[in-house]
């Protein structure tokens, strides 16, 4: 039956309900004997030969078993990766021209003056007397009045006086009608308002870069200038979901927090020095589970364990645990045995917490009695 079990050492106190001795070599004489009293004292009685035959001695004690080694350190977490390099700024857009003022609306032309009125044509002169005859010839009749220039028709001529005994004079004609004055010219249209200046240009947003190459990233040497870093490159498209992949070739420091959100994968060729006290496994887990770590040997993922057993809530070895299989129960090859030192409060193995009553705990009183679980 499992129970607490007290362990005899040098210099404690123990009762037995029975002992049986075995496998005794035997002596020709002895100085001391060992003696039981009625009440099951254990004793010696010196000088036994004198008094009969020596009892047999009894066989030596065996060695105390070895103390159990120390649980190997926890290995320290990896290095966290480096931050991205900052990209260069743009180049500011120059600033805009402002808008030219509106030109003035020119003046409106000023009316023409009204054509002058054509002269009044003159008076056809009076025709000239018929001379005398018997039957004097008709005066000639008097040439017509000069056309008007523009305006009002010519007056008629005045009837040609009659000869004495000539035919009357014929009437001068009509003078002809005067010609329409000229429309005043329209008056010139308004000069436009001259343009606004143009606005002066912006500066250019070009920057210089100096070390080019594919798919490096840029840093700023002086607002003017860059440098495309040749340990420092960024794939937009790469990485093993094609949401791009960054490289930086060197050491990294990171100032604040780092934060994975993915599977993070380290490989390091030296020692790995981690000054945190404490690293916390499955973190984030909202349930039990095994976790450890894993001393790959000559297996990928494959190899010594160290661990946490969930279904016997102990830490266990394993030689042969596989890291890649998240799905398995690991079964431990052995367990850790783990001591329960008692107190004032909780001196006896009844006080020992349910957890550590199991098989291979030690507890150990405040009086120095060891008690093993088996």
């Known amino acids: 039956m499992a129970n607490w079990k007290k362990v005899i050492v040098s210099g404690s106190n123990a009762e037995l309900a029975q002992l049986k001795l075995s496998d005794l070599s035997t002596q020709g004489s002895e100085d001391t004997v060992l003696t039981i009293n009625d ?32 649980a190997d350190g926890t290995s320290g977490s990896s290095g966290s990766s480096g931050t991205s390099g900052s990209s260069g700024s743009s180049g500011s857009s120059g600033t805009s021209g402002a808008t030219g003022d509106a030109g003035t609306s020119g003046s409106s032309g000023s009316s023409g003056t009204s054509g002058s009125s054509g002269s009044s044509g003159t008076s056809g002169d009076d025709g000239a007397a018929g001379t005398s005859g018997s039957s004097g010839s008709s005066g000639t009749s008097g040439s017509s009045g000069s056309s008007g220039t523009s305006g009002s028709s010519g007056t008629s001529g005045t009837n040609g006086t009659s000869g004495s005994s000539g035919s009357s004079g014929t009437s001068g004609s009509s003078g002809s009608s005067g010609t329409s004055g000229s429309s005043g010219s329209s008056g010139s249209s ?17 920057i210089n870069i100096s070390n080019s190459g594919d798919n490096r990233v840029l840093t700023d040497i002086d607002g003017d200038n860059a440098n495309a870093e040749q340990n420092l490159t960024f794939v937009s498209d790469g990485g093993s979901d094609g949401n791009g992949f960054l490289t930086v070739t060197g050491d990294v420091l990171i100032t604040h927090d780092l934060t994975v959100d993915g599977t993070a994968s380290f490989r390091n060729t030296e020692n790995l020095l981690v000054k945190d006290r404490f690293i916390l496994l499955a973190s984030g887990s909202t349930t039990v589970g095994d976790g450890g770590l894993v001393v790959q040997q000559t297996t990928q993922d494959k ?58 705990n030690i507890f150990v009183s405040s009086s120095q009695d060891i008690f093993i679980y088996s």
């Open 190 to 206: 308004g000069s436009s308002g001259s343009s606004g200046s143009s606005g002066s240009s912006g500066t250019s947003g070009v």
């Open 39 to 70: 009440s099951g004292v254990v004793g010696t009685r010196e000088n036994a030969a004198s008094s009969g035959t020596s009892g047999t001695s009894g066989s030596n004690g065996s060695s105390g078993s070895s103390g159990t080694s120390g």
């Open 303 to 360: 190899g010594e364990g160290f661990f946490f057993d969930a279904g016997t809530t102990r830490w266990g070895f394993s030689g042969s645990l596989d890291a890649d299989d998240g799905s398995a129960a690991f079964a431990p090859d052995a367990f850790v045995s783990s001591v329960v030192v008692g107190g004032s409060a909780a001196d006896t193995t009844a006080n020992v917490a349910l957890r550590y009553v199991a098989k291979g």
